[in-house]
């Protein structure tokens, strides 16, 4: 065991680790970074034994974790999405959208956010607004929802590079946090490996930034006995849900993206309002008018423009690159929504990336027959996603068709079941769930300011933590409540 006691011990250094890192490194805090990867992407080794992702990678291995891979669009979560709503078992989170505002918009400039007012519809500037405006649909039904998306990605990797020469930043890559030694529901010590074997590491507090799928491992391997660790997995069940023709060829390119300044792309996708979300029993799902150049969508190509959505990870294929090339609807799409081109179109699909509820047959728990290099059980990843959630989507594509998109205005061109959702929908690479945050310890893994409820200095930051996931991509969130703990052990204190 080494004899320094670091302030803090912080494992992994995806979006969670990597806010924490930064902001307390700030404050000149002695920190030991365990991080599972080194410079180069691994994928996770956990084991899949549920549905299958659809995405060829979902997480990754390395400094600055999922960062090296995600795209950097941002959104907050709605206030709905925070309230316990009647019609969604284990909806509620312990804090509420007002609280978690200021963080959202301090954190926001360190992803190269210049107006973050403009993530409120009703804040854009007149010229974004008329656009908005220009495509007619039931505004009493769906609402514009706002992304932003600084072209200049934030990777965590590079904050961290430059920070680990610093005098009180202990920097552990290649190192597998295995799990606490716990003494007095207190952690005593982090059971670490690498190449050279196992040792232990001391800190004052401990925060468990190792992502959705991992984080329950570590917690289980430790003994910590709280029924809710690993339950509830979630992820945002993504794909086509249907096409539109307008009657009238449209130009609104915010609907796709839109560089309103050189650096930062903004649109809007679309929610159904809280009225509608009450009277229908809905979650909160949230889908796009994506521009498209042809009639109809077919499932091979929109699984092609899924595999290139991934390619950061290294593994891009020549034959998807091909058959982009020769699919000229497909590399239009992709122009339009990667260079911000801006086109008139007249069909657009509509892309839902949906509100996945909270069930307890999609967990992750320890494998009872594999064990990692060190001899530790590996998790075994079981995401499932309930029937209701399926009939749920279908139930939006009959509000849709009957109330949000007139006839005089628009055309379906597909059946409800033409493009069978229940069989195409992917991850979307935002797993959350698993470690969920409750207002007591029969409800969730950690309290509102993320502290263990087992555990006294063990801290929880990252998409593990969130009790129901809303519809935008989670990146803002988790920095957003990074921020917020921050706020808490360090400001507030
Ligand atoms: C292709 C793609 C595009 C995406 N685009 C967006 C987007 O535009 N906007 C958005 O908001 N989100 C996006 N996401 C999702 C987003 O990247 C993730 O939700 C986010 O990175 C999760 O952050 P995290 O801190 O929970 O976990 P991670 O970023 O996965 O971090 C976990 C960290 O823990 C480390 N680790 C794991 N196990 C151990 C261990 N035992 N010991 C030590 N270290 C360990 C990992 O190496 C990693 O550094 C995208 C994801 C993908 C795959």
Redesign the pocket.
């Known amino acids: 065991m080494e004899n320094k006691i670091y302030d803090y011990v912080i494992?992994?250094?995806?979006?969670?680790?990597?806010t924490m890192v930064k902001l307390l490194a700030e404050k000149g805090k002695n920190i030991a970074i365990?991080?599972?990867?080194g410079d180069k992407h691994q994928d996770?080794n956990y084991l899949n034994k549920g549905l299958k992702l659809g995405?060829r990678?979902?997480?990754?291995?390395?400094?600055?974790?999922?960062?090296n891979?995600?795209?950097?669009?941002?959104s907050f979560l709605d206030p709905i999405d925070f309230k316990a709503r009647s019609w969604i078992k284990k909806s509620g989170w312990p804090i509420q959208f007002e609280e978690l505002v200021p963080f959202y918009r301090s954190i926001s400039q360190l992803f190269g956010i210049k107006d973050f007012e403009y993530f409120f519809t009703e804040n854009l500037p007149k010229e974004l607004k008329d656009e908005i405006e220009s495509i007619p649909f039931n505004r009493e039904i769906l609402d514009n929802k706002i992304f932003q998306?600084p072209l200049n990605v934030l990777n965590f990797k590079k904050i961290i590079q430059r920070l680990k020469s610093h005098k009180d930043i202990s920097l552990f890559d290649n190192?597998?946090?295995?799990r606490f030694e716990i003494e007095n529901n207190k952690v005593k010590s982090l059971v670490i490996a690498d190449s050279e074997g196992i040792k232990q590491i001391q800190g004052k507090k401990y925060i468990l930034?190792?992502?959705?799928l991992?984080n329950p491992?570590?917690l289980l391997n430790s003994g910590i006995k709280n029924q809710n660790i690993g339950k509830y997995l979630m992820d945002h069940p993504m794909g086509n849900l249907c096409q539109v023709r307008f009657r009238k060829t449209q130009k609104a390119q915010l609907y796709s993206a839109k560089k309103y300044v050189p650096n930062i792309a903004i649109k809007s996708g679309l929610t159904f309002t809280t009225f509608l979300q009450e009277k229908e029993k809905l979650p909160n799902h949230c889908f796009y008018l994506r521009p498209s150049f042809s009639k109809g969508i077919d499932n091979k190509s929109e699984r092609v423009k899924l595999s290139l959505?991934?390619f950061?990870d290294g593994k891009i294929k020549i034959k998807d690159i091909l058959f982009v090339l020769r699919n000229i609807n497909i590399a239009l799409q992709i122009l339009i929504y990667k260079l911000s081109y801006n086109a008139t179109y007249k069909y657009a699909d509509l892309f839902f990336v949906s509100e996945q509820t909270p069930n307890d047959k999609s967990f992750v728990k320890l494998s009872d027959t594999e064990v990692d290099e060190y001899g530790f059980p590996l998790a075994e990843v079981h995401w499932q996603v309930s029937e209701e959630d399926i009939t749920s989507i279908e139930k939006c594509y009959h509000v849709l068709k009957e109330q949000g998109f007139s006839e005089e205005e628009y055309e379906f061109t597909h059946s409800f079941n033409d493009l069978d959702w229940a069989n195409n929908f992917t991850s979307a690479?935002?797993?959350v769930g698993t470690c969920r945050m409750a207002e007591n310890s029969t409800d969730g893994v950690v309290d509102k300011n993320l502290k263990s409820f087992d555990v006294d200095n063990l801290f929880i930051c990252?998409?593990?933590v969130f009790p129901t996931g809303g519809n935008?991509?989670?990146?803002?969130t988790?920095a957003a409540l990074a921020a917020r703990l921050f706020d808490y052990l360090e400001i507030k204190k």
């Open positions: 494992i992994g250094t995806g979006i969670g680790g990597g365990i991080e599972k990867g996770s995405l990678t979902t997480t990754s291995i390395q400094l600055g974790g999922t960062s891979l995600w795209h950097g669009v941002l998306q190192t597998t946090a295995c930034c190792a992502g959705t991992e491992r570590i959505l991934t950061k690479a935002h797993h990252d998409g593990s935008v991509n989670n990146g803002f988790i």
